[in-house]
């Protein structure tokens, strides 16, 4: 059993409000990467939802407006420094030492990408928490599909430190994808008490694979939710390699709407986490 500590992610994403506890994971199943040509689009799952297909700076069209039909598309290349975007994501919150912007330093697809990151070194203790999310009611759904290039430009964890990267909410149940380190990435997940307090129980299902610093990293999450005494299943792709579907641990009697988030979140971090998102993409079955 691992008794690390960790600090996850539970959002009410309906209301646009965010609530963090902690909790220990003990060590589940391991995601096996296998060869996986797929494409960004591979999933084939979409509601046309919610797309950001204006053009970018010059007139170009961007990486949404090529690729329609998603439940949710977002480049991130608006004329807005909103993180939000309009009609777009749902919520944004940031902490007191944590920044989420549009940045033109880096990208998947130009001009910009959305940076989450801490703005002091030196945090560190077992309650206080920063974080930066932005969030997206995705209403009721038995598959949800993510995807999305990622680049960590900077690890501010001593690999025993982690920082909560994607979260996807469920009712009691929530996942979330935790980076240790440039070769520890782990996909947890979390059944909370009922009346969200203090306790609950997780499982880590780590990868067999880890995020290099500074490389741009296209990554699928695959999660088929859990249907009353059903368990459900993740499939997590990593770039050119892809995992079959794990079973899940816990199950839940309750349906609830489904939330997914994207940032950081952090407990202790000696130097400074710089966390880099492009081309992400929601999509959903029922």
């Given at each position: 059993m691992l008794a690390s500590r960790l600090r996850r992610l539970a959002a009410a994403v309906l209301?646009?409000?965010?609530?963090?506890?902690?909790?220990?994971?003990?060590?589940?199943?391991?995601?096996?990467?296998?060869?996986?040509?797929?494409?960004?689009?591979?999933?084939?799952?979409?509601?046309?939802?919610t797309v950001d297909g204006s053009s970018a700076d010059g007139g170009t069209v961007n990486y949404c407006g090529t690729h329609p039909g998603h439940f949710l598309c977002d480049?991130?290349?608006?004329?807005?420094?909103?993180?939000?975007?309009?009609?777009?994501?749902?919520?944004?919150?940031?902490?007191?030492?944590?920044?989420?912007?549009?940045?033109?330093?880096?990208?998947?697809?130009?001009?910009?990408?959305?940076?989450?990151?801490?703005?002091?070194?030196g945090l560190g203790g077992t309650t206080t928490e920063e974080l930066v999310f932005i969030s997206k009611d995705v209403g009721h759904a038995k598959t949800v599909i993510l995807q999305f290039d990622i680049m960590i430009e900077s690890y501010g964890g001593t690999g025993m430190s982690p920082a909560g990267l994607v979260f996807v909410?469920?009712?009691?149940?929530?996942?979330?994808?935790?980076?240790?380190?440039?070769?520890?990435?782990?996909?947890?997940?979390?059944?909370?008490?009922?009346?969200?307090?203090?306790?609950?129980?997780?499982t880590m299902h780590p990868a067999s694979t880890g995020l290099p610093a500074g490389v741009w990293t296209h990554i699928a999450i695959q999660l088929n939710l859990p249907q009353g005494v059903t368990p459900g299943s993740a499939g997590i792709s990593v770039g050119n390699s892809g995992a079959a579907q794990t079973p899940l641990t816990y199950t839940t009697t309750m349906s609830s709407s489904v939330g997914a988030a994207f940032g950081l979140d952090v407990t202790v971090a000696p130097t400074l986490w710089k966390i880099r998102y492009d081309n992400i993409t929601i999509d959903k079955a029922n």
């Open positions: 209301l646009g409000s965010v609530a963090a506890g902690a909790f220990g994971a003990c060590g589940g199943s391991k995601f096996t990467l296998v060869d996986d040509a797929g494409g960004a689009d591979d999933a084939g799952v979409g509601d046309a939802g480049d991130f290349d608006r004329a807005s420094d909103d993180p939000k975007g309009i009609n777009l994501w749902d919520s944004f919150i940031a902490s007191t030492y944590t920044s989420g912007l549009l940045d033109r330093a880096s990208s998947v697809s130009p001009p910009r990408s959305y940076l989450a990151s801490t703005t002091k070194p909410t469920y009712g009691q149940l929530s996942y979330g994808l935790i980076a240790f380190s440039p070769t520890l990435l782990t996909f947890v997940e979390t059944l909370k008490t009922l009346d969200g307090g203090p306790g609950g129980m997780s």
